[in-house]
């Protein structure tokens, strides 16, 4: 499929379903994709009449980061663009890992998005992106649930996370952007590879067809099973399930105790999901522990990332605060 204005705009009328008023926000770092998405959401917002922003995050790890972010605003002001910079603050760099970046990030753009009554951000996440991510979860261990990767839709901090570009590939982008002559900046840390994700982009740029075409077909065989997996997983639940309101959900302790690690792990991700509206659920080493300990003849009650686990009789209770 060719990546033009016309058919994003089909995309987008398809897939999704936007307000009346329509006012979105689309995350830039000045790289190639995300100026790619920023180009092509403008052309649906211009089509609808609606408002946009594009937001570029001063992230503060390297030195030009400032110099660089405002770069970017001057030549989306040349397109008419609306932007705003949003800055992370000194103390919220500490580590300078691309996970802490990545909280900051989405912290600072929901932040703005709730403020401003924004209810849909973009981000440019592509194909390419997808395959690195369901190879670094595979390295790292994750279940079946993890290995989905990226969703099209997500919810961060009660703001929506569209990525319509997860079926495009970074090839397509590129094209796209020499096609419509739209200027971008390259970030050195892709291509640092003391970070996991960069190593992983270099090992698959030099990997033969064979190799790719493999993995590929193992992260399509997810794609295609991962719904009947959730679907599992949710039957399950509602069959257990005691009670449920805004606060708390019991469980049924027998039947919950007696399935295997993976089920009830993913059992747990979705109870927290669904009380804290988050799509990032806790990660599965502390979650791991909980199964361990709910098991324990002596288990009293467990704190999973602001989720209090109590024992009571013969079920569960989890909350959003002991109640």
């Not at 802490?100 to 981000?123: G, M, S, W």
């Not at 969703?151 to 901090?157: A, D, F, I, K, T």
């Not at 270099?202 to 794609?223: H, P, V």
């Not at 399930?241 to 993976?262: A, F, P, T, W």
């Amino acid at each position: 499929m060719k990546l033009t204005n016309k058919e994003f705009i089909k995309i987008l009328e398809k897939k999704y379903t936007f307000e009346k008023n329509l006012s979105v926000a689309v995350a830039v770092s000045g790289g190639p994709d995300s100026m790619s998405l920023l180009f092509l959401v403008n052309a649906f917002i211009k089509y609808k009449k609606g408002d946009l922003t594009a937001l570029i995050v001063n992230h503060r790890i390297r030195k030009n980061s400032k110099e660089e972010a405002k770069y970017i605003a001057t030549y989306l002001d040349k397109n008419n663009i609306n932007s705003q910079i949003l800055t992370v603050k000194k103390n919220d760099v500490i580590k300078k890992s691309m996970n802490e970046a990545r909280n900051n990030r989405y912290n600072l753009l929901t932040k703005f998005c709730i403020q401003n009554n924004i209810l849909h951000l973009f981000v440019a996440h592509h194909k390419d992106d997808n395959l690195e991510t369901f190879l670094n979860r595979k390295i790292a261990g994750s279940d079946f649930y993890g290995l989905k990767s990226m969703s099209e839709m997500s919810l961060y901090n009660k703001v929506f996370i569209i990525r319509p570009l997860l079926n495009f590939s970074k090839e397509k982008l590129l094209e796209y952007n020499k096609k419509n002559k739209i200027e971008y900046i390259n970030d050195p840390s892709n291509f640092d590879l003391d970070y996991a994700r960069p190593s992983i982009r270099n090992f698959l740029k030099k990997s033969d067809q064979k190799t790719i075409k493999e993995i590929n077909k193992d992260f399509e065989d997810i794609l295609f099973y991962s719904p009947y997996f959730i679907q599992m997983i949710l039957e399950i639940l509602l069959k257990n399930m005691i009670h449920v309101d805004s606060n708390k959900i019991k469980v049924g302790l027998d039947n919950i105790q007696n399935l295997n690690e993976i089920i009830s792990e993913n059992i747990v991700r979705r109870i927290y999901q669904f009380l804290f509206y988050e799509s990032n659920a806790p990660r599965s080493k502390k979650t791991r522990i909980l199964i361990s300990e709910m098991r324990k003849l002596n288990f009293n009650n467990f704190n999973l990332k602001g989720m209090i686990v109590k024992k009571n009789d013969d079920f569960l209770t989890f909350s959003r605060k002991s109640v």
